[in-house]
């Protein structure tokens, strides 16, 4: 751990400055806080050259390494052009053309791309959205939100309200007008027999059950497709999205695809709705779509929603804004990120990659008496740890830092979303120092 005076300095001064997310600050008088130094690549070091391999992206948001050329070049050259410029009434090439190629990447079903700057907002444009598109078609009764069981969308008020991981939600709940959930489609949940199509069915029967009863007053159903990754990396069947589109068309709901972890290739597509062979009628972007540079996040939407907005009448209008929306820099990064997904062919170069990763985790994990439910998304993999001491996430945590490995377990759910660019031999070392990292922590 770090302790030398250079580390030493820089953690005792974030400590008495830094209030850090996502993080009880007192646990940090025995867990190590890494002062970082540079990145180049999957990994990161500290201040005396300690290493450490990012195994988790840095929350799921670097795609192509730390210190990517290609980024920073495009960076570089946006910088010296046009920082920023406020985006009502004004416009720019970097915003216009990643809008225009993401339109281009859905088919043209998603054309009309709006901006902010985090997950947690892009959820609120699309909620607010959504009941004000209701409210001017003269149906203000359909304000209500539903979502799964264990879903999670962000940490602001009006996220909250569709988020159901009880630590963010019980904390604000006087706070929060809370939406409705319905069953998850968690593959977990088979019963002996039963598939994970299935286990979809099953949980899309519960959303027609609801639907039935309540759509005159629900104006959207919120799904994380695929992957729900904050309750601890729930994975479902795409059929389940089918019948979820089928669904709100037959009751007049929208939905809502928050792609803002499981975007960007992490599925193994590029959205993962297409897996599903569907499109939502909102799709959030954030993370990944910057390569991890700099905060972006990006709410595409119809042509009938954009249509509802186009008045005469400013009330009409949607009314929501940020001083750094479609930040030029920002979107000079997600254009460097979708060229290099273009140039590289990466959706097809993961496939095997995803392999690469799924066998050497099997090798090193497949067997061990403590794993449970070893499964795989494309490029996200995760497995539960049965009988887990107390403290199990903080004490892997840390055994994984001492083997030069970045890893932040949910719970007792012990997950990894790696850079794109691993080798063969950095995925070998992902898998074993993961297995070694888990025998220290049970011990």
Not at 254 to 264: F, M, N, P, R, S
């Amino acid at each position: 751990m770090p302790s030398t005076p250079a580390n030493a300095n820089l953690l005792s001064r974030s400590l008495a400055a830094v209030w850090h997310p996502c993080t009880q600050m007192k646990h940090h008088e025995q867990l190590p806080l890494i002062p970082i130094a540079r990145g180049e690549g999957a990994w990161l070091y500290d201040m005396d050259g300690r290493r450490y391999l990012d195994g988790i992206s840095s929350w799921w948001v670097n795609l192509f390494g730390h210190a990517n050329p290609r980024i920073g070049n495009a960076l570089k050259a946006q910088l010296d052009t046009l920082e920023h410029v406020m985006l009502a009434g004004f416009t720019h090439e970097p915003v216009v053309e990643l809008s225009e190629r993401l339109a281009a990447l859905t088919g043209h079903n998603l054309g009309h791309a709006f901006y902010a700057s985090d997950g947690a907002s892009a959820t609120e444009i699309a909620l607010k959205m959504s009941a004000h598109y209701w409210r001017n078609h003269g149906q203000s009764d359909k304000n209500r939100f539903l979502s799964l069981a264990g879903s999670y969308h962000g940490e602001t008020v009006g996220a909250l309200a569709v988020t159901d991981v009880a630590i963010f939600r019980d904390a604000y709940a006087p706070l929060v007008r809370a939406g409705a959930c319905v069953p998850s489609p968690d593959a977990r949940h088979a019963a002996p027999g039963e598939s994970a199509a299935d286990v979809a069915r099953r949980a899309a029967a519960a959303l027609e059950a609801h639907l039935a009863e309540h759509a005159r007053h629900t104006a959207a159903l919120i799904v994380e497709p695929l992957v729900q990754c904050a309750s601890g990396m729930v994975m479902y069947d795409p059929e389940y999205l089918r019948l979820a589109r089928a669904l709100c068309d037959r009751y007049q709901v929208h939905l809502i695809a928050d792609e803002i972890a499981v975007g960007c290739g992490r599925s193994g597509s590029f959205f993962a709705c297409q897996q599903a062979g569907i499109w939502p009628d909102f799709l959030l972007l954030s993370k990944g779509i910057s390569g991890g540079y700099l905060p972006l996040s990006i709410v595409l939407t119809t042509d009938d929603m954009f249509a509802a907005f186009y008045d005469d009448d400013t009330a009409r209008g949607f009314l929501h804004s940020h001083s750094y929306t479609g930040n030029p820099l920002a979107c000079r990064a997600a254009l460097a990120t979708l060229d290099i997904f273009e140039q590289d062919d990466v959706i097809a170069t993961n496939r095997q990659r995803a392999r690469r990763l799924g066998d050497a985790f099997q090798a090193a994990l497949g067997a061990h008496p403590a794993v449970r439910n070893l499964r795989q998304q494309g490029m996200i993999l995760a497995f539960d740890v049965a009988d887990a001491p107390a403290g199990f996430s903080r004490r892997f945590f840390t055994a994984a830092l001492d083997r030069e490995l970045l890893l932040r377990p949910i719970g007792n759910t012990v997950y990894t979303l790696p850079p794109y660019i691993l080798s063969d031999e950095e995925i070998t070392f992902l898998a074993s120092q993961t297995a070694a990292a888990l025998e220290a922590s049970l011990g």
